[in-house]
């Protein structure tokens, strides 16, 4: 079983940055694909970024990208998720999810193929 606690969420103005992290253990966290989404009240859980587990390839949401950056540190069981620019849209529950069937290639957007989920971290852009 693979748990995941993320951490680094709060309160920031906009075009602030926020540097979310997302600590794994358990399971082989080498071979796991991890993606960030995020969800505002009343929405759906929408995707923002994702990585291989090798952390070769990313893959991103469009409003995400240039923003956004998603990182892999395999020897700390971490990812992270630097964020700038922030804007108030991005205000939501940003939630890290793991992938065991994804190893290699072009990680998932799709939240269903996530089998793992973190509890989230609050991410609140003030304008």
């Known amino acids: 079983q693979v748990q995941l606690v993320e951490s680094g969420g709060g309160l920031v103005q906009a075009e602030g940055s926020l540097r979310l992290s997302c600590a794994a253990s358990g399971g082989t966290f080498s071979a796991y694909a991890m993606g960030w989404f995020r969800q505002a009240p009343g929405k759906e859980r929408d995707f923002v970024a994702a990585?291989?587990?090798?952390?070769?390839?990313?893959s991103y949401t469009d409003s995400a990208k240039g923003r956004f950056t998603i990182s892999k540190d395999n020897a700390k069981n971490t990812i992270f998720l630097q964020m700038n620019s922030l804007k108030p849209d991005d205000t939501a529950v940003y939630y890290c999810?793991?992938?065991?069937?994804?190893?290699?290639?072009?990680?998932?957007?799709?939240?269903?193929?996530?089998?793992?989920w973190g509890q989230g971290t609050q991410v609140t852009v003030s304008s």
């Open positions: 999810a793991a992938d065991p069937s994804r190893p290699w290639g072009r990680p998932s957007p799709v939240p269903n193929e996530y089998d793992f």
């Open positions: 990585i291989s587990g090798g952390g070769i390839s990313t």
